[in-house]
């Protein structure tokens, strides 16, 4: 069983940082590789940054030295340092295995994500 509990999310101005995280309940964490996804209105879910379970990193290049990714594997946590953040970065943000998300029941796992809005 899996679960994924998104937080972090909050309305801030262009220019803002936030941290968002999430919390994975999954056998063997340290092993799977997440990602941080953002579906931002109107457009499809797409990938923001994702890691090993090692450590190696990978961004998409709209969040690219702005956006930072890292894991506690001990504590089964991911997260994502959001700085200068953009109007454009406005979306929900998820977590997720990478590159094929969590099934349960037969069907791709989301969890219900965390709001981010940026004003300009």
């Known amino acids: 069983q899996v679960q994924l509990v998104e937080s972090g999310g909050d309305l801030v101005q262009a220019g803002d940082s936030l941290r968002l995280s999430c919390t994975v309940s999954a056998t063997l964490f340290r092993v799977i590789d997440m990602a941080w996804y953002r579906q931002s209105p109107g457009k499809q879910r797409e990938l923001v940054a994702g890691?090993?379970?090692?450590?190696?990193?990978t961004y998409s290049d709209s969040v690219k030295d702005r956006f930072f990714i890292s894991r506690d594997n001990p504590k089964s946590t991911l997260n994502l340092q959001l700085n200068i953040l953009k109007p454009e970065d406005t979306g929900v943000y998820y977590c997720?295995?990478?590159?094929?998300?969590?099934?349960?029941?037969?069907?791709?796992?989301w969890g219900q994500g965390t709001q981010v809005t940026v004003s300009s």
């Open positions: 890691i090993t379970g090692t450590g190696s990193t």
């Open positions: 997720n295995r990478y590159p094929r998300p969590f099934r349960l029941g037969g069907e791709d796992y």
